[in-house]
């Protein structure tokens, strides 16, 4: 194998593993898609378009073994702890005291996507393609991109925001919930 | 809408924005001229802008949550099974692009260069700037309309959670119904509850904002009355404790936004008050 490519491929490791983080439960899962992906890809590398960016390809192989396992293991994974499987420490790597509770809400409303909801969602607001580069990743219309990606956050805002507002209007809020 | 055949085409602009379209205005994914002639409808709509708001709060949030995976360090086991992997692998049929990099086997020797980073091409991935603002703004706004739900008695007191009961207590509220801004008032359990301001959200609608400090847990938090007169908190936000005093900004120092303020983005469009209006707003029962 050309090391140039392998070295490529390397480079692309830590975004490579953010999306994967993004997309499965646990950075065990997440890892094991990467490397699945990886090996998948030096084993088919001679369709690989030198010039063409590595990157679309890459996670082009990588949404794919994806949706394979998706469509495998209709039985759900044993829960990982959310201390496990994320990092929760800060972007400035102190630990913060509210990203647990919003990650673990964050964690099962992903969980709950349609996983081609979910690919969107990874693609546009995590790795930070634009919607068109998003339609070409998916091989699908860009309008369908917006509406999955637009479903996606309704279906965000609802699990990880907002379940209580419209009963808050009617209730007093200082009483207690159980 | 009627359709009226005389008047002008309707420009994407001029429509009701839907929630897609709310969605690609917070995404800077629209056109510039039409994201222009959209923005001071928004800004003049507090409902537009709540949903403009929550959509850059869960982009942020997940920008938040999963960014930091870059800075981890890959597993070496996963660089090595993919190196045995290429060394297994027959040398690739198509025609090498450059000369081969041998930067990462070799070390450093003299002459060798850096492996390609391909991603460079796409510098939004290299730009962190303001994330840790965007989480503050956006824990605020998932936060604040999850309070309701995160304060089961029994649970043992998560810092937001003991956050959210202290700021939904009976003295505040009483503070936030009748209070002047500067007032304060000491819980139990050493906290402070110091009243910052008033905000205006609407005609008739009113938000205190507070600072809580001394406590187990410090923070910010909005509260907002409701028609009912309770004051229900609407947004809520924990400071990073004393031992780490720059709190939300990174350590650039780049951003001009408090986490006050990133407080009151997750809101929406806020007034604050002087103390004359205040003292009206209060005189009229908030009303």
């Given amino acids: ?178 | 809408m009627s359709h009226n055949p005389e008047t002008k085409p309707v420009k994407p602009e001029d429509r009701e924005p839907d929630d897609t379209m709310l969605m690609a205005f917070a995404d800077e994914a629209l056109p510039p001229e039409t994201a222009a002639a959209l923005a001071p409808r928004i800004a003049a709509d507090p409902q537009l802008s709540t949903k403009v708001a929550r959509f850059k709060a869960d982009r942020a949030l997940l920008r938040a949550a999963f960014d930091p995976v870059l800075e981890e360090p890959v597993p070496d086991r996963l660089v090595a099974a993919i190196r045995a992997r290429a060394a297994a692998e027959p040398a690739s049929p198509a025609p090498a692009r450059r000369p081969a990099l041998r930067a990462i086997e070799g070390g450093e020797g003299p002459g060798s260069a850096p492996p390609a980073p391909v991603a460079t091409t796409r510098p939004i991935a290299l730009r962190r700037r303001g994330l840790s603002f965007a989480l503050a703004a956006s824990l605020a706004l998932l936060l604040g309309f999850t309070v309701g739900r995160l304060v089961p008695s029994s649970e043992p007191p998560a810092p937001t959670l003991s956050l959210a009961a202290l700021v939904e207590s009976e003295p505040v509220r009483a503070l936030a119904e009748q209070g002047t801004s500067g007032e304060s008032v000491a819980l139990a359990g050493g906290a402070t509850v110091l009243l910052l301001g008033t905000l205006e959200r609407g005609p008739g609608r009113y938000c205190r904002e507070l600072e809580v400090s001394g406590g187990p847990q410090p923070g910010l938090a909005i509260l907002c009355r409701s028609a009912e007169g309770t004051w229900p908190v609407t947004a809520l936000v924990a400071l990073v404790p004393a031992e780490a005093p720059s709190g939300f900004a990174p350590a650039g120092g780049e951003i001009e936004h408090d986490p006050a303020e990133a407080l009151r983005e997750a809101v929406g469009s806020l007034r604050l008050l002087d103390r004359e209006a205040e003292a009206a707003a209060r005189a009229r029962g908030w009303r």
């Avoid at chain 1, 010039?51 to 044993?78: E, H, K, M, V, Y």
Wanted: net charge negative; aromatic share 4%; proline share 4%.
């Fill in chain 1, 1 to 178: 194998m050309e090391p140039n490519f392998t070295n490529e491929l390397v480079a692309m490791l830590p975004r490579l593993r953010r999306f994967a983080r993004a997309l499965t439960r646990s950075v065990e899962e997440a890892d094991d898609l990467v490397q699945d992906t990886c090996e998948r890809a030096l084993a088919n590398a001679a369709r690989y378009t030198p010039g063409t960016r590595l990157d679309s390809w890459l996670f082009r192989i990588l949404q794919n073994r994806w949706l394979d396992r998706c469509r495998q293991s209709a039985t759900r994974g044993q829960e990982v702890p959310v201390e496990e499987a994320y990092e929760v420490v800060g972007a400035d790597g102190r630990r913060d005291g509210l990203n647990l509770i919003v990650m673990n809400r964050l964690r099962s409303a992903l969980d709950t996507l349609p996983p081609e909801q979910r690919l969107v969602l990874v693609a546009v607001c995590v790795d930070g393609l634009s919607y068109k580069e998003t339609a070409e990743l998916l091989d699908i219309p860009i309008g369908t991109v917006m509406s999955r990606l637009a479903r996606a956050r309704a279906q965000l805002h609802e699990l990880v925001l907002a379940t209580e507002e419209d009963q808050r209007e009617e209730r007093p809020a200082h009483v207690a919930q159980s």
